[in-house]
């Protein structure tokens, strides 16, 4: 059983792969689909664009918002191909942590010259 801990260190290690091969500057979905491809490739389970449904007293917004990627059901991504990273990029993901309860998230900016300088980790 993959602990959470396990799959943010390889879902890091991935998308240092894919910086390292594409550079910063393009499109968030370029890197989406690639990051995609590199996590396949090193066999973890994830979904792209998962709807997170919004509920608010009766009502219900079933595809309000959609998360970038969920790995192995612990991890939410959330990509970024971003001059800077603003607050609202991380309330974005912590938000998304909350409404669908999964521990860990990682806001992944790619236009940065080293992934590293990009990368948030937030955990409930």
């Keep these: 059983m993959l602990l959470a801990e396990d799959v943010t260190n390889q879902v ?12 910063p500057g393009l499109l ?4 989406e689909e690639c990051l995609s491809h590199e996590l396949k490739l090193r066999g ?3 979904q792209r664009q998962v709807p997170l449904p919004i509920r608010y007293k009766d009502l219900e917004l079933p595809d309000s918002y959609r998360m970038d990627l969920v790995v192995e059901n612990l991890v939410v991504i959330e990509l970024k191909s971003v001059i800077k990273l603003e607050p609202i990029h991380k309330a ?9 309860r999964l521990p860990v998230g990682l806001l992944l900016n790619f236009n940065t010259p080293v992934l590293k300088d990009g990368l948030v980790r937030l955990v409930l």
Excluded: C, D, N, P
């Excluded at 890091?12 to 550079?23: D, K, P, Q, S, T």
């Excluded at 968030?28 to 890197?31: M, N």
């Excluded at 974005?92 to 669908?100: E, G």
């Design 12 to 23: 890091i290690g991935a998308a240092i792969e894919v910086h390292r091969a594409l550079g």
């Design 92 to 100: 974005q993901l912590l938000t998304y942590l909350k409404l669908s």
């Design 28 to 31: 968030e979905s370029i890197y």
């Design 44 to 46: 973890l389970g994830f």
